[in-house]
């Protein structure tokens, strides 16, 4: 009765209400819960995307899983089709599995072998038409699943299709030695033919294959005329070489080891092999119907695609250590899992999450041995008995993802990108990624002196962002010793422009706190202050009072006209001064407008849009007056560099400073990137002046590529303009830094004399800056070059 009363009590809430204690004695009968198993091909297509992802599943339990359900189920046409399209698909998404995938297919052979002939002919007709395109990532992997099916193939399978596209390399050569289409084309025979032999090993294939490289060699192994510029090490003298290798020179020499070894080809999986206890099975894979390999045709005429082609040059955070952690240059492993991981990172840009899965999974997609256990510290690698790999999966695929944050001239992706994959793979398995990224730190700071300049930028710039995400910590101690160098040694010049980068991702305060005692004195109270102090506000700074009026006048929106008195009266008492009246006015006006809208960056834009027309007319002034408006802003916000480079930037999008004049201001006769107190030089060691310049040309070369595009809406005499401007912007870069790269500058010959060591240093900086902006002006001439060939026969047909 109580207990009726408890539930019935409550007023005229009726419901009735169970308690914990009435399940004791509840005999009523449970509903059994059922759950709806998933329709076949979700379950199959489930299956193959996750094949191989598990280092606690076999391969070939997964391979026969998969075959055997589709096998079993060929009559449904959603299975069957599903299959057909997923298999192409995976390939092209997820390469990393490609040698999997092709085992369920060759199992599949064994049982239904009409399935596999529509895998040919559909994987045939997506290299033909990638071909066509010029998508050539996309022709290396389908040629990569057809390799290793070649053991189901006919006749010499994918051999014919590898001699037609050298055929096409060795015309392309032999009209141009500067062609990057043959390289290209050179690349995919290379790296396909491993997987052949890994596939399909017999005499006949070996002998093909020597007869192929015989070929292939006399193009991998003449150096491109471009590799000098993309090399990612300046050479230790003018005219010597680097110890950096082309990646196709290198496969080559690699391959051709193979060779000599039977083709061992160690780290690539055969999960086509099966136990020895499933020697049934195994027979039946050997002995599965062939079939002929559907035409594969190769047009006359082979175009570059999408993306611009260059020779790539073969590059590692992890060389020259005592116990190689990574698969050193002279072992095919170097350029086989290279390869497979570059695909992967570039392809799922979209999903830098499962980017870093794969990443971190790199050992379950490779040859049992071919790696150590995940997270194995560095130290214990002289623990490891010898014969034994002593390769870290986590070390190859930071090395991986580092080889496309430095790829010379640019990466496929945005910079950021790579950044946060390397953010991402940290956060998943921090335990085995932050040991390598220390190590690949260190490697890059020891090397930074002798690095191509664009690339020591770019780890500065991930350097910053990365401790960003992880509490701005690092182990700076390790390099207190460099910061009693001067500002222009390379190492200092990196500590001080990390630091800036920190600072405007953060605040002073915050990466004060993270620091040694010793680099306190690196960030100064004026950083800590958010908003600079107006130097007109002391009445010992010249024009002190005309720079008050003028602030108030900008903060209550005041008209144009009633600046002119004010400007009129700075030029006249400058006058009297024997200072430049322009420069004088300018410098008053520049910094009043820097300190109004100081607040934030939508402040001060909305300042320059008010007072843009006096600004365009005191640009069209003077060279002087323009300099002089760069100089206002970089002093007002000298604490603040970052802050200054984007309003420089938009005074550029206004058409108030001109590329020509930011360039002149930077690296110019008598240059103001200087700060007081500097020598002649130092500029060339700041990372903001560096960023300045390689924005603004950045800015320029843009444009004239947009002008220049299939359907742009430009005159030919804009376009002609424009080309024209882009020239004379990289020769007057050439003409400000040759004379420090050679030694020759005049402010040079008088400041260091007698200093040898700073002597070499700012031959050092010129050389570094040479070499980037020449790089830069020789692609720029390429794509010029390019686009008139392109536009030459059409001008032909209309003349016709």
């Known amino acids: 009765m109580a207990d009726y009363d408890r539930r019935r009590s409550g007023g005229h809430h009726n419901r009735k209400r169970r308690y914990r204690d009435d399940d004791e004695n509840d005999y009523r009968q449970q509903r059994r819960r059922y759950d709806q198993p998933p329709p076949l091909p979700v379950r199959i297509r489930k299956q193959l995307l996750s094949l191989a992802e598990s280092p606690l599943r076999r391969w070939h339990d997964e391979v026969n899983s998969i075959a055997h359900l589709v096998a079993d189920n060929a009559e449904d046409t959603e299975v069957r089709e599903g299959f057909v399209n997923l298999v192409l698909q995976l390939v092209l998404e997820q390469p990393l599995k490609t040698p999997f995938v092709a085992a369920v297919v060759l199992v599949v052979n064994t049982l239904q072998p009409d399935i596999v002939r529509e895998i040919l002919a559909k994987t045939s007709a997506t290299a033909e038409n990638k071909i066509k395109d010029g998508e050539w990532r996309d022709v290396k992997l389908c040629l990569k699943l057809l390799a290793c099916l070649q053991s189901c193939l006919g006749g010499d399978g994918v051999f014919p299709v590898l001699d037609e596209l050298f055929n096409r390399a060795g015309d392309l050569q032999t009209a141009s030695s500067d062609d990057t289409i043959g390289t290209e084309l050179v690349k995919i025979i290379l790296f396909t033919i491993p997987y052949i032999m890994a596939g399909g090993p017999g005499q006949q294939w070996q002998e093909r294959a020597a007869d192929l490289m015989d070929k292939t060699d006399i193009i991998a192994s003449e150096p491109h005329a471009l590799q000098a510029l993309i090399d990612p090490y300046l050479p230790e003298s003018e005219g010597q070489p680097t110890e950096s290798s082309s990646m196709i020179c290198l496969l080559q020499k690699q391959l051709q080891h193979e060779a000599s070894n039977n083709w061992e080809l160690a780290c690539l999986p055969r999960p086509w092999r099966l136990p020895l206890e499933e020697i049934e099975a195994q027979d039946k894979l050997d002995n599965a119907t062939k079939h002929d390999l559907p035409t594969i045709s190769v047009p006359e005429r082979v175009i570059p695609g999408p ?38 990172i570039n392809i799922l840009d979209f999903n830098r999450h499962a980017t870093a899965r794969f990443l971190i999974d790199v050992d379950c997609y490779f040859a049992d041995g071919t790696f150590i256990k995940r997270a194995t510290p560095f130290d214990r690698l002289r623990d490891i008995e010898s014969g034994r790999s002593t390769w870290k999966p986590e070390d190859v695929a930071v090395d991986a993802v580092f080889s496309q944050l430095h790829q010379l001239p640019a990466p496929e992706h945005k910079l950021v990108y790579y950044h946060s994959v390397l953010t991402e793979a940290c956060k998943q398995a921090p335990a085995a990624i932050a040991p390598s990224l220390g190590r690949a730190i ?42 009693s160098f001067p500002d222009i040694h390379p190492h200092k010049a990196f500590i001080l422009g990390a ?48 720079g008050r009026e003028m602030a108030t006048l900008l903060k209550r929106k005041a008209p144009d006209e009633e600046f002119q008195p004010i400007v009129d009266h700075i030029q006249a008492a400058a006058g009297e001064h024997g200072l430049d009246p322009f420069i004088a006015s300018t410098d008053v006006f520049v910094t009043a407008v820097c300190w109004v809208g100081s607040k934030s960056l939508s402040h001060v834009l909305a300042c320059i849009e008010r007072v843009k027309d006096r600004l365009l007319d005191v640009g069209a002034a003077s060279e002087g007056a323009r300099a002089q408006i760069i100089t206002a802003v970089m002093s007002y916000w000298q604490a603040h560099p970052g802050v200054a480079l984007s309003i420089i930037e938009k005074l550029l999008n206004y058409s108030i400073l001109t590329p020509s004049s930011v360039v002149e201001w930077a690296l110019g006769a008598g240059s103001k990137a200087e700060a007081d107190g500097d020598r002649a030089g130092d500029g060339l060691a700041k990372a903001h002046v560096y960023e300045l310049v390689h924005n603004t040309v950045n800015k320029v070369t843009g444009r004239v590529r947009l002008l220049l595009a299939p359907g742009a809406e430009a005159d030919e005499e804009t376009k002609t303009r424009d080309v024209q401007a882009m020239k004379d912007l990289f020769k007057a870069i050439e003409d400000a830094v040759v004379g420090w790269a050679s030694g020759s500058k005049d402010q040079m010959l008088r400041d260091t004399e007698g200093d040898e060591s700073r002597d070499q240093l700012l031959r050092q900086w010129g050389q570094r800056w040479l070499r980037v902006f020449r790089r830069k002006s020789a692609i720029e001439e390429a794509h010029l070059l390019e686009v008139q060939n392109n536009n030459a026969p059409a001008e032909g047909d209309d003349g016709a």
């Open 307 to 344: 993306r611009p082609l260059f020779p790539e040059v073969y590059f590692s955070v992890y060389a020259g250590q005592d116990i190689p952690s990574v698969p050193p240059v002279t072992d095919v492993a170097s350029s086989l899992i290279r390869d497979a991981l570059v695909d992967t």
């Open 442 to 483: 260190r490697f890059l700071y020891r090397n930074s002196s002798r690095m191509d300049l664009e690339l020591s930028q770019r780890f500065m710039d991930w350097f910053a962002h990365h401790l960003s995400n992880f509490g701005f910590t690092w182990k700076w101690t390790e390099w207190v010793d460099d910061v």
């Open 499 to 546: 630091l800036d980068k920190e600072i405007r991702l953060s605040f002073a305060q915050r990466i004060k706190n993270t620091l040694p005692e010793e680099y306190q004195v690196l960030i100064g109270p004026e950083k800590e202050n958010d908003v600079p102090d107006y130097k007109f506000s002391d009445d010992s700074v010249p024009f002190a009072a005309e």
